[in-house]
């Protein structure tokens, strides 16, 4: 999806003009995929710009960089700070938001601790990232025969740059394939993830989804619709799903910052059928949440 430029982008700690965002050809990250990063949104509601979870996705950013034994120069108060402030200087009342921590110039080879960690946050407009048919009437998904990442391969929980070289991968085998979005397994054959999304099944009125040792990412749009899910009374488990299961789910769905609540329509050629109750009922909940209209989710809201 092309990118709308706006006047604006933060770069250790200054706004800079969009079209002087730049990093040398020689970025350490560039060469090998050393940036963490996060996806964002924004939302317009009734009290203005809100941004969904922010703080929880700033934090999940420092837990990447621990992961990779990178320290980020700045708070998690200062990063949600500059979030707002950049939003409000590009005057936007929805968008994505992208920050990145990477290592900077001034260090090649694969010891990067004399790189220098530099910090970038972008925000543009941007829509539905499955596309609003898919949205409404779900999406056709296809097993991969790429393999998710395992745990001791690289660190699956954390949103690290390089690893998305396996979701790219995925992505494209799907389109290739004439399908919209790839699921990949895991090491041991089960169910793990969209190459950016996370994924829900229902049989017989119970929810299920992978847990976090199928090498997924613990989303928090993810977590966002367990929570909202067990509020409205389904029962929610986090299991071990074979690709035989989903083949037989009464419904699915992705959910993801960017696929926001996606449905799955078809697998693999199996037909699943158009968005179920379940997940209308659940895709209702959450636009009605991001837009400020459900108070008892007013806290993760961050208004700008």
Not at 171 to 190: H, P, V
């Amino acid at each position: 999806m092309p990118i709308k430029e706006v006047d604006k982008i933060w770069m250790n700690g200054k706004l800079v003009d969009w079209k002087d965002a730049k990093i040398h050809v020689l970025t350490h990250a560039l060469h090998y995929g050393s940036g963490v990063f996060e996806g964002i949104r924004c939302y317009k509601t009734d009290r203005g710009p809100a941004v969904f979870r922010l703080r929880e996705h700033m934090k999940r950013l420092e837990n990447s960089a621990k992961i990779y034994m990178k320290e980020i120069p700045y708070s998690v108060d200062e990063l949600c700070k500059a979030t707002k402030d950049l939003i409000k200087a590009n005057k936007l009342d929805a968008c994505y938001i992208r920050p990145i921590a990477y290592r900077g110039y001034g260090e090649m080879g694969l010891n990067p601790t004399n790189a220098p960690v530099d910090v970038t946050i972008a925000v543009w407009p941007w829509g539905t990232y499955l596309g609003e048919d898919g949205l409404k009437n779900g999406i056709r998904a296809k097993i991969s025969s790429f393999q998710r990442i395992s745990p001791n391969i690289l660190p699956s929980g954390a949103k690290a740059s390089g690893q998305y070289i396996n979701s790219i991968l995925a992505k494209l085998e799907a389109l290739d394939t004439g399908y919209d979005e790839a699921i990949l397994l895991d090491s041991r054959g089960f169910v793990s993830e969209g190459p950016g999304e996370n994924l829900f099944m229902v049989k017989d009125g119970i929810i299920y989804t992978p847990p976090e040792h199928a090498s997924i990412l613990a989303g928090i749009t993810r977590d966002a619709v367990m929570k909202m899910a067990r509020d409205m009374g389904y029962e929610v488990k986090e299991i071990d799903i074979t690709r035989g299961m989903l083949y037989l789910a009464d419904e699915a769905w992705f959910t993801g910052t960017a696929a926001e609540l996606t449905p799955i329509r078809e697998i693999d050629g199996r037909k699943i059928g158009k968005p179920g109750p379940i997940t209308k009922k659940l895709q209702e909940k959450f636009f009605d949440t991001v837009k400020g209209k459900v108070k008892e989710y007013e806290d993760w809201l961050d208004y700008v």
